[in-house]
């Protein structure tokens, strides 16, 4: 029994020593004293490709619509009313007629300067030209010249012969029309009823205020350089020098939409928002910002090779930079960044 248990003894001894010794010629498998490349810690970054990208610094504006006040419609006709092509709520195109007086049909017709005076052979100014631009928009072969010849007189005759007046001279008298406002409009209210006598200078009904300019609420701050485009409810324009968009088909587009239908009925001034952004996107590096060096508010430096170029920093994107280079030449293929630039200034 004494002779059992020390036997057994020696064998775990030994047992222990040899799997000491296997576990020491592993420790020397597992860990050579050379690591192989793959597994060595990676140099740092210090050149990055430079990527080109389109910028067109869009940003979202609140904006000001320039209303004015509801308009009147006018004319000097005077007599019974003897048809009515139009009423409250209901829309009055220029070119068309809203009513006869007295069986003569009334000529309504949007100018941009508002006729003031009988106009016939020989009259000459600017609400002469107006009416001849209006003439062409309607699709009558006129020349904008501001002269009433020959060509302005006969295409006044076709129009109102298109409106139902019968033999209808040249000319053009204030007792003919009614001037509108726009080329469109619907009337809020209308006081000429069928059979009700109405007098030169009194009033057949109003139309709401016309929109005459959008305007940015403020600029917004570091712009970057180039003309500039404004999307407000899906039409666009330019602006002007005082940021301020005037362009009347533009201004009509958006009076036609049920936005601004929903801004104007509402109790408070709104102002609402619009797109400002580039009319000709600019071509930009796109680069990290460790790439820059030398940073002084939008002006930086950047290097290719051993080259120091001065660039701007004109927006960024999704955490990178993005520059133009101030020299305006050709946009290298590579950058250093971090370590990699050697350059202290460009400038």
């Known amino acids: 029994m004494t002779r059992r248990a020390r036997f057994s003894g020696t064998i775990f001894t030994l047992g222990f020593a040899i799997a000491a010794a296997a576990g ?169 009823t069928l059979g009700s006598t109405v007098t030169a200078g009194g009033s057949y009904g109003n139309v709401p205020g016309q929109l005459t300019a959008v305007s940015l609420g403020s600029t917004p701050s570091a712009l970057a350089p180039g003309a500039r485009t404004l999307t407000l409810w899906g039409q666009s324009t330019s602006l002007d020098e005082q940021n301020r968009a005037t362009d009347p088909d533009f201004l009509s587009a958006v009076a036609a939409t049920d936005d601004y239908a929903a801004v104007i009925a509402a109790p408070d001034e709104q102002s609402p928002t619009a797109t400002l952004e580039l009319t000709d996107a600019l071509p930009t590096i796109k680069l990290p910002p460790t790439a820059l060096f030398a940073v002084d508010g939008q002006a930086a430096c950047v290097q290719s090779g051993e080259t120091a170029l001065p660039v701007t920093v004109v927006g960024s994107a999704l955490g990178s930079s993005l520059v133009t280079l101030d020299d305006g030449g050709e946009i290298p293929e590579t950058v250093r960044i971090g370590t990699g630039i050697s350059e202290e200034s460009c400038r």
């Open 24 to 192: 020491a010629g592993g420790a020397a498998i597992l860990i050579p004293d050379d690591a192989p490349a793959s597994l060595q810690a990676a140099a740092a970054l210090t050149e990055v490709d430079s990527q080109q990208e389109d910028f067109t610094d869009a940003r979202t504006v609140e904006v000001q619509l320039a209303v004015t006040d509801p308009t009147p419609l006018t004319s000097n006709a005077s007599g019974v009313v003897s048809a009515l092509g139009t009423g409250a709520g209901l829309e009055v195109a220029s070119g068309t007629s809203p009513l006869a007086v007295s069986g003569v049909p009334i000529l309504a017709l949007h100018t941009s300067v508002p006729l003031y005076r009988d106009l016939e052979s020989g009259a000459k100014g600017d609400d002469v030209r107006a009416l001849q631009e209006e003439l062409v928009r309607l699709g009558y072969d006129v020349a904008a010249d501001g002269y009433y010849g020959w060509g302005t007189s006969e295409a006044v005759r076709l129009l109102k012969k298109a409106i139902g007046q019968t033999d209808p001279d040249r000319s053009l008298a204030l007792t003919d029309l009614v001037w509108l406002p726009s080329t469109t409009l619907t009337t809020t209210d209308w006081s000429a």
